[in-house]
């Protein structure tokens, strides 16, 4: 069940940005994809539900995220909600 109070408009929790700014999808595009990976990977454990809340939350396309992930070999896991290395 969707907890009401965290509801965005699609339905699903959104993020909640703990202790900061929120990034700009351009920043996140620029960062080293290493360093993406430990900022989503840490976003996805500790404050979104899924990846489509994450990628609401930062207005970015799955494709856009695979595909900088993909670089260095690293794909969506929905089952630990975490970017894993291809094995």
């Known amino acids: 069940p969707v907890d009401k109070a965290r509801a965005g408009a699609h339905g699903y929790t959104v993020c ?3 202790g900061g700014t929120k990034m700009d999808v351009s920043t996140l595009q ?5 360093i993406l990976l430990g900022i989503i ?3 996805l454990r500790l404050e979104c539900d899924g990846l489509e809340e994450l990628l609401a939350y930062y207005d970015m396309t799955e494709d856009q995220l695979a ?3 993909q670089q ?16």
């Open 16 to 18: 909640m940005a703990r």
């Open 30 to 34: 620029r960062l080293d994809a290493n």
């Open 41 to 43: 990977n840490e976003k």
């Open 67 to 69: 595909t900088r992930l």
């Open 72 to 87: 260095i070999g690293y794909h969506y896991d929905p089952m630990s909600n975490q970017f894993k290395a291809h094995g």
